[in-house]
């Protein structure tokens, strides 16, 4: 095989190789700008230009433009033709809904949990509550955010059913679009961690009223939270009662 030869086959991308390396690209993009969502560092209506995302990521523009589809399908931006994207601004009535639907959902799964849990669920609970109520009292942000997911997917995780697990990541990603507006609060921090061991010693306790009653009220103060702070930033004059236009 000559010289040449060689470094043709060498350099041939393998059957899915190259759409793999997209899509990790693409998922990279997504988790970073997420995070720039949840941490203030991208405001709600700010404009996401692509050019700039391209530059910051060394990526081409249909792989920006894809990530930009997938924040918009899980609930993270707003896509306008002729406009582009930008980052969502959910209204009090969104919210409301929103949370609405969570409490079905993870209310159900509760009931669906077996209590109590075997020894070595309830141990790994236990480590995700630790981390998280220790990152909160470190001011350590990217742990409290990511501890806070592992910490109600696992819980949930345990209910059994595969459909019901998927709709609660669902709209729980939903919810990351207004974190901004509390994730900096170490009071409701605080209040959720120590709300986490409630939630535990419930299931090790095994009482099932108390633990879907904690696992149903999770979700109120952050909810309550930015409905309030919505309706005094943001809220427009023409906009009702119910948050609507």
């Not at 009535?93 to 070595?120: G, T």
């Not at 507006?181 to 939630?199: G, K, M, T």
């Not at 009223?209 to 919505?230: D, G, I, M, Q, S």
């Amino acid at each position: 095989m000559s010289e040449l030869q060689q470094k043709s086959e060498e350099s041939t991308i393998r059957p899915g190789e190259k759409r793999q390396k997209s899509e990790d690209l693409i998922d990279r993009i997504v988790t970073r700008l997420e995070e720039d969502i949840v941490f203030g560092r991208l405001h709600p209506r700010e404009r996401l230009v692509e050019e700039d995302i391209a530059l910051r990521f060394d990526a081409k523009r249909h792989v920006v433009r894809q990530a930009l589809v997938k924040l918009e399908s899980l609930g993270l931006v707003d896509r306008h033709p002729n406009r582009g994207a930008v980052v969502r601004l959910y209204t009090a009535k969104q919210v409301e809904d929103i949370n609405a639907v969570r409490e079905l959902l993870e209310s159900r799964a509760a009931s669906l949990v077996p209590l109590p849990l075997p020894p070595k669920a309830l141990a790994l609970l236990d480590t995700l509550q630790k981390r998280h109520h220790e990152a909160v009292l470190a001011g350590d942000g990217y742990t409290v955010f990511r501890a806070n997911i592992d910490f109600h997917q696992t819980l949930f995780s345990f209910c059994g059913n595969d459909a019901l697990i998927e709709a609660i990541n669902t709209f729980a990603q939903k919810s990351h679009a207004y974190r901004h507006i509390f994730v900096n609060d170490r009071s409701y921090l605080l209040w959720a961690a120590e709300d986490h061991a409630r939630i535990v010693a419930a299931a090790k306790a095994g009482d099932r009223e108390a633990f879907v009653e904690h696992c149903r009220n999770h979700l109120a103060p952050a909810k309550n939270f930015y409905v309030e702070t919505y309706r005094s930033r943001f809220a427009e004059p023409h906009e009702n009662d119910n948050g609507t236009n």
